[in-house]
Nanobody, 123 residues
Framework: VQMVESGGGSVRPGGSLRLSCTAS????????TGWFRQAPGKEREFVAS?????????YIADSVKGRFEISRDNAKNTVYLHMDSLRPDDTAVYYC????????????????WGQGTQVTVSS
């Protein structure tokens, strides 16, 4: 499964961005997908994930809860990360990933990764 992120860029504090991640796999609907981020000098961390199951359960990191939302469109093989009220500490490279597991919030849960897209929040 190939994952390709898009939508990154530079934004001022308080602004919004929507990241997209499109998968090559036509069975995308059978993969849970997640977003992770890595800031300079820091480890890659979990941001959000959404299960492939019918209820599309979502898991959101405490650091972004209430500001970020994850959604998916299986018909487009795409998962989105909607980011509002962005802060400078949200600056990072954002990666999407896919797995057949559910409730996947750890890096080691994921088998397929995109190349990442840069998000910079600065005034």
């Amino acid at each position: 499964v190939q994952m390709v992120e898009s939508g990154g860029g530079s934004v001022r504090p308080g602004g919004s961005l929507r990241l997209s991640c499109t998968a090559s796999e036509h069975t995308f609907g059978r993969y849970s997908t997640g977003w992770f981020r890595q800031a300079p000098g820091k480890e890659r961390e979990f941001v959000a994930s959404i299960d492939w199951t019918t209820n599309n359960s979502q898991y959101i990191a405490d650091s972004v809860k209430g500001r970020f939302e994850i959604s998916r469109d299986n018909a487009k093989n795409t998962v989105y990360l909607h980011m509002d009220s962005l802060r400078p500490d949200d600056t990072a490279v954002y990666y999407c990933a896919a797995t057949t597991k559910i409730a996947a919030t750890s890096l080691r849960d994921y088998d397929y990764w995109g190349q990442g897209t840069q998000v910079t929040v600065s005034s």
